[in-house]
């Protein structure tokens, strides 16, 4: 089950990331915590995570509001994210896993194969799932040994969608969802595959595909501006 605070976080970014909270719409705590049905606390939280991964900013001394972002900034950022895990990848690859990141990582992949086993996902799997996913890509990056792109990492988690964080599950469409992450934890054995073997080549490859598909397979984003057309 998850805890008040979380589920509002997500609830928010998915309204954002619908379109249904538009930018430049100003929120306050009272309405949005009477709107979901909690108290201000988890709301005010929520407010600035959001406002950490860039979809709200200030307004005011109190307030926030929904920031404006295109399509275009959504897939710079995440193509951007995708350049630099797979460099954390790709040097990990190269100096070898330690006894430890590889239990950290078998450890993900075996939490992920749980949460999927069953042919579904439940409401309560999201989180789970988020926060396995999160701790996939946090250990490459710590276990790359390369500060500086840990560096560029938190600061372009600091736009719209950019940040593993930001992951955003459609609770109304959870059979959709549910293929969605089957083919994003295909991806996660995949890369630990490629860095057993030492294919350190393969495994950048891999991890850039893997940040492509937040945009490939996910259609959260609706309040974004379309992309131009060609």
Do not use: W
């Not at 600035?48 to 307004?59: D, I």
């Not at 409401?123 to 701790?135: K, L, Q, R, T």
């Not at 560096?151 to 719209?160: C, Q, V, Y």
């Amino acid at each position: 089950m998850q805890k008040p605070g979380s589920q509002v976080m997500v609830t928010l970014r998915q309204m954002i990331g619908s379109g249904e909270l538009t930018a430049g719409e100003r929120l306050v705590e009272t309405a949005i915590a009477e709107r979901l049905g909690v108290s201000r606390m988890p709301v005010r939280t929520a407010f600035r995570e959001l406002e950490s991964e860039g979809l709200l900013v200030r307004a005011g001394v109190r307030g926030y509001m929904v920031r404006h972002f295109s399509y275009n900034d959504i897939v710079d950022a995440v193509e951007v994210r995708g350049v630099l895990e797979g460099l954390a990848v790709r040097q990990l690859g190269e100096r070898g896993l330690d006894q430890g990141t590889k239990k950290q990582l078998r450890g993900c992949l075996v939490e992920g194969d749980r949460l999927l086993a069953k042919g579904h996902l439940d409401e309560g799997d999201a989180e789970a799932y988020h926060s396995m996913n999160v701790c996939f890509h946090e250990t490459i990056v710590a276990a790359s040994g390369n500060a500086a792109v840990a560096t560029a990492l938190t600061r372009n988690d600091h736009l719209p969608f950019a940040s593993v964080k930001a992951m955003t599950i459609n609770t109304s469409e959870m059979e959709r969802e549910f293929r969605r992450l089957s083919y994003a934890h295909m991806q996660h054995h995949a890369i630990v595959d490629a860095l057993e073997a030492g294919q350190a080549a393969r495994a950048e490859a891999l991890m850039r595909e893997h940040a492509a598909a937040v945009i490939r397979y996910t259609d959260l984003l609706q309040s974004a501006d379309p992309a131009p057309k060609t």
